[in-house]
């Protein structure tokens, strides 16, 4: 899990200086693509991914979300990147088995005040959604801080889509909810394996799927922001496992 989740941080490094006005999400995950493949030797794990029936296999390698879309954006050569976008990259690696999952916010350009300080209170949502995990807490208390953090800023947390249990497969139990009571959930303990994936909205927290089944986009079509790290439960604590250098938690 180590191991798959730096091969995904490392994606995250990579990707950045190509993250410029007038690239098309279509190369970026081309890029990332060529990247996994054959540097990393991994497998992109979004490629076909097909969850369920009542949607097509997962087109792409990566998942590329700009401005309004929550998340599960499908990268497009005809999606040109302009100056004030907000962009977030998902990756999400199979190493030796084993599932790596991250993302993070791009900034394209300079884009305004508002749009950065969503981007920045989002990833504080995260970093303050993995302090509080540690064994005997629970994940209620997780959701809860996070929840808290967006909301004092005036921001609204989206609930249909998850942080989620990661090893062998991709998404598996147990469901990790951006929001919550605290003291509630199921209890941490030393060995879980899970992700934290806060989506933040600057508007109302509700969204809709697009006629392609995938792209969720925000109701009123405000921006969304969105941070990703794999997380294990430590005897003493976490260990993020998609971890980048650049990073203190
Ligand atoms: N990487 C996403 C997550 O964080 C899942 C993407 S599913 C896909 O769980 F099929 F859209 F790739
Ligand atoms: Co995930
Ligand atoms: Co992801």
Redesign the pocket.
Same mark, same amino acid.
């Given at each position: 899990m180590r191991a798959a989740g730096q091969a995904a941080a490392s994606v995250l490094n990579m990707i950045g200086e190509h993250v410029q006005p007038g690239v098309s999400t279509g190369q970026l995950d081309e890029t990332c693509h060529r990247y996994i493949v054959d540097e990393l030797q991994c497998i992109p794990?979004?490629l076909n991914?097909s969850?369920s029936r009542h949607q097509p296999p997962?087109p792409n390698a990566t !998942?590329i979300s700009v401005n309004q879309v929550v !998340?599960?954006g499908i990268p497009s050569k005809r999606k040109i990147l302009r100056k004030g976008d907000i962009v977030n990259i998902?990756i999400?690696v199979i190493k030796d088995g084993f599932h790596g999952?991250t993302?993070k916010m791009f900034l394209v350009g300079k884009p305004r005040a508002f749009a950065q300080k969503l981007v920045g209170v989002t990833q504080e949502c995260l970093y303050r959604g993995i302090r509080a995990v540690r064994p005997g807490a629970r994940l209620g208390d997780v959701g809860h801080t996070i929840q808290i953090h967006a909301e004092a800023h005036g921001y609204s947390v989206v609930q249909e889509y998850v942080g989620?249990g990661i090893g062998r497969k991709f998404?598996d139990a147990p469901t990790v909810f951006h929001f919550g009571l605290p003291n509630t959930g199921e209890k941490l303990i030393e060995g879980m394996a899970f992700?934290i994936?806060p989506m933040i909205n600057l508007g109302t927290r509700h969204t809709r799927v697009l006629g392609d089944k995938?792209t969720v986009v925000t109701l009123d079509r405000k921006l969304s922001a969105q941070w990703?790290h794999t997380i294990l439960v430590t005897a003493d604590g976490f260990e993020v496992l998609t971890k980048r250098d650049d990073e203190t938690i």
């Open positions: 794990a979004p991914y969850p997962f !998942c !998340c599960h998902d999400t999952d993302s989620h998404h992700t994936e995938w990703e």
